[in-house]
């Protein structure tokens, strides 16, 4: 709708969710709720009716869209460091609780959630099929049903997944803290191929015109690259 909704970190530990005019950059709406650093992207999923957000407080904030009026608040025992996604009238993430979850867009109620050994703070993608994708800081891999959060399968890596996940039709891409960039087998979790770079591998995967493009961090002995690759 011509609109640019983003989350707003501040010096002293708050934060802001904004919607700008995508042409202009003027200010359309602002709420000043979140008590915490917002790292989350915002997510909007129309159909429900719902924008959303996470911040370091814990907090998984909703509001109704495209009013904008304030909907509901989820919390968490860890920080929401990561992207949500929306799914089929569910918001999905995961926390510094060690969990993933899966909240109704509706009302904010726990539709399911998923124990993983650490952190959560990778940013999950579901395919169409409804299976949830995401990485936790115990490298591992995990594929979780979308409806009721049970454990479809996991892959271990050889270091912290952080990043955003990124799923095609066939295989499921993420990188991992042992620099490497993992594709795995969609309905299975077998490894399909790896990549090993320079540094921690922590970006999503951009999948464009036949390549791949990612992105690193870098460590304190390696700079961290930014990488294309192409079928051989």
Not at 81 to 96: C, M, Q, T, Y
Request: glycine share 12%.
């Amino acid at each position: 709708n011509g609109v640019c909704y983003i989350a707003v970190e501040y010096a002293d530990p708050s934060g802001s969710v904004a919607a700008l005019d995508a042409g202009t950059g003027d200010l359309r709406w602002i709420d000043h709720r979140p008590t915490d650093h917002p790292h989350s992207t915002v997510a909007v999923d129309r159909e429900a009716g719902r924008l959303v957000v996470g911040s370091n407080d814990g907090v998984c904030y909703a509001w109704s869209f495209p009013e904008l009026e304030r909907a509901w608040t989820f919390e968490t025992d860890g920080a929401i460091k990561g992207p949500v996604a929306v799914h089929d009238g569910l918001a999905v993430f995961g926390s510094w609780d060690g969990h993933v979850y899966g909240v109704d867009l509706a009302d904010g109620t726990e539709a399911w959630t998923f124990a993983a050994e650490e952190d959560v703070m990778s940013g999950p993608a579901v395919d169409p099929g409804g299976t949830v994708y995401v990485g936790s800081h115990d490298a591992r891999l995990y594929a979780l049903d979308a409806a009721t959060g049970e454990e479809r399968w996991r892959f271990q890596a050889g270091g912290w997944i952080i990043g955003s996940v990124t799923a095609t039709r066939e295989h499921v891409l993420a990188g991992a803290y042992d620099a490497r960039m993992y594709a795995l087998e969609a309905a299975t979790g077998e490894e399909a191929w790896s990549v090993e770079g320079r540094g921690h591998a922590t970006s999503a995967v951009l999948v464009d015109d036949g390549a791949l493009y990612y992105a690193e961090r870098a460590t304190e002995e390696r700079p961290g690259l930014l990488y294309r690759l192409v079928e051989a």
